[in-house]
């Protein structure tokens, strides 16, 4: 069963740092990991940052200079570097890959999600 599981969160005072990491098992041909969403109470689901093929990198307004996107095809993970946190980036992370099987089967795939809290 192929699954992306993502591990990391937790909670951080103001200013903090997490590395949230996201992981993919199973039967996998191939993996193109896009990036990682977030979601805080009440609210719909955010893009945080992606990465392209190539390896460029977008993120929101909201996070840029403070969190890194990074991915290692050799380890199958993607990992989100998050620096100088703020309360406004508590939510849950999640990260999203397009994976096709081992019986050559292609979808998107999502992770369950990880907490991250920004308390003082």
């Known amino acids: 069963q192929v699954q992306l599981v993502e591990s990391g969160g937790g909670l951080v005072q103001p200013g903090g740092s997490l590395r949230l990491s996201c992981a993919a098992s199973?039967?996998?041909?191939?993996?193109?990991?896009k990036g990682w969403y977030r979601q805080a109470p009440g609210k719909q689901r955010e893009l945080v940052a992606l990465i392209t093929g190539s390896g460029s990198r977008n993120s929101a307004d909201s996070v840029k200079g403070r969190f890194t996107i990074s991915r290692d095809y050799v380890k199958n993970t993607m990992d989100l570097q998050m620096n100088k946190l703020k309360p406004e980036d508590t939510g849950v992370y999640y990260c999203n890959a397009r994976i096709t099987r081992g019986d050559f089967v292609t979808s998107d795939y999502w992770g369950q999600g990880t907490q991250v809290t920004v308390a003082s």
């Open positions: 199973g039967s996998i041909a191939s993996i193109f990991f």
